[in-house]
C-alpha cells in the first residue's frame, strides 16, 4: 500500500476500531484525524462538503490532496485494508459467509449492542428522548438474540467464517467486546467469550482504547 | 456453477428480489421455495434446525442433500452468485465502494424505506404497536434522507459504484422502486427516477412480481 491511510474517527466508536484493529492485524500505517460525534463535528459543512455527505464516522481517506479518495462505512473499510489478506478467505463459499457475518453485524448486532451502548453509556438514559427510552426493551432483547446466536455459532468453530480470523471476527469484536457497557450481561455466552479471548490473543491485536 | 442454486424466500420481500435479479442478470438457473413470513414460516422449528437459526429470509442454498450449504444475509447471497463476474468491479477501491453502499443498504436504507413499506402495505397501519407507530416519523425522515443522498450521489453518475452496474445498484434498486408503497414519494428525486429506469432496462431485468 503506497498511498497514505488517514481514519477519519471518533476513537469511542467501536465502528472505527474494527478499521484500526485491521491496520493493526496486517501491520498497515494508519494515521487518524478525530473527531467528537457528540459536539456535532461530523455533521459540519466541511466534513459534509469534504469527507462524508452521510455526516457520519468512520470513514477511511486513502491517499491526499485532489486524489484523495474517501470510503465511509467501516466494514468497507475493513475490506479495503484487507483485500488480498488471509483475513479475507480465498473461499468463494468462506468469503460470502464472512460478508454474511458483516451485514449481520450491521443489521442484528449493531443497532442494538452499539445503539445502547451509546445511549446509556454516552448520552446517559436520562437525557433519551421518549422515543428512545421506548425502544430500550426491544433493542434489549433484539442485542440477546443476537449475542445468543453468534454464541451458538461459536460452540461449532472457533471463528465465525472459515478455519481461521477473517473480517467477520474483527467487525463482530468491535461492539461485543464492550457490550457490558450497553447492559448486556456477557457471562450467559461461555462461546462467545472464549472468542473475544481468542481475537485478544491474536498477533498485533490492540486494544480499544 | 455445478451445484444446484434454491432460494427460500418470500416473492414480497425485496431482500429476496435482489437475489432473484442478480440470478437473472447472471443468466445463473435458481429455483424457489416460498414462505410466508406473515404466517411465521420461517420461525418454523424445522426452519429454525434445518435453513436458518436467524429464523430469516433469504437463505440462499447451495447444493442439496447432507452436502447443503445455508447463506442467510440477501447481499451475501449476491456477492456469492455474482463471484467472479462483471457485476463486482475488480478495482480494488471500486469492490470496496460498492460494498460500502451495500452496507448502507442494509443500515441507512432497509431499515427505514422497507420497514415502512413492510408496516404500512402489509401490516397494515392499524394493526401496528404503539412501539412501531411511534417510529414512524423518525423512520420517515431517515428513509428521505436516505433516497436524498443517493439521489445527489447518482447526480453525479450513472451507477452507484464504479462505471458500471454493480451488485450495490442491484441492492438499492429492490426496496428503492417499491418505496412508494411504503408513503415515500420519489418525484422529489430526479436522479434516483433515471437510475431507477436504466435498471430497469438492463439485460435479462427481471420485474419484482
Same mark, same amino acid.
Given at each position: ?8 474517527? #471518533?476513537?469511542?466508536?467501536? *465502528? ?17 484525524? +478525530? ?16 469527507? *462524508? ?7 477511511? %481517506? ?28 480465498? !473461499?468463494?463459499?468462506? %468469503? ?8 449481520? /453485524?450491521?443489521? *442484528? ?21 421518549? %422515543?428512545?427510552?421506548? %425502544? ?8 440477546? /438474540?443476537?449475542?445468543?446466536?453468534? #454464541? ?5 468453530? !472457533? ?40 481475537? +485478544? ?7 480499544? #482504547?
Amino acid at each position: 500500500m503506497t498511498e497514505s491511510l488517514i481514519l477519519h474517527e #471518533d476513537p469511542r466508536s467501536g *465502528n472505527c476500531y474494527k478499521i484500526r484493529l485491521t491496520a493493526a492485524l496486517l501491520g498497515l500505517p494508519l494515521e487518524t484525524l +478525530q473527531y467528537d460525534i457528540m459536539k456535532g463535528e461530523t455533521r459540519t459543512p466541511e466534513f459534509l462538503a469534504n469527507i *462524508n455527505r452521510n455526516g457520519r464516522i468512520p470513514v477511511l %481517506q486513502i491517499g491526499e490532496g485532489p486524489n484523495a479518495r474517501f470510503l465511509p462505512e467501516s466494514n468497507a473499510a475493513c475490506w479495503y485494508l484487507a483485500s488480498g489478506s488471509a483475513l479475507i478467505p480465498e !473461499d468463494r463459499f468462506a %468469503q460470502a459467509d464472512m460478508l454474511r457475518w458483516m451485514f449481520f /453485524e450491521q443489521y *442484528n448486532h449493531e443497532p442494538n449492542v452499539a445503539t445502547l451502548r451509546f445511549w446509556l453509556h454516552f448520552v446517559g438514559e436520562a437525557n433519551l428522548s421518549i %422515543q428512545q427510552s421506548g %425502544q430500550i426493551m426491544a433493542k434489549r432483547v433484539a442485542g440477546c /438474540e443476537a449475542l445468543r446466536l453468534m #454464541d451458538e455459532h461459536l460452540s461449532r468453530g !472457533d471463528w465465525m467464517a472459515g478455519n481461521s480470523v477473517t473480517l467477520a471476527d474483527i467487525a463482530l469484536f468491535a461492539y461485543t467486546h464492550v457490550a457490558e457497557e450497553g447492559g448486556f450481561g456477557l457471562d450467559d455466552y461461555p462461546s462467545l467469550c472464549r472468542w473475544l479471548e481468542r481475537v +485478544q490473543a491474536l498477533p498485533g491485536f490492540v486494544p480499544m #482504547d
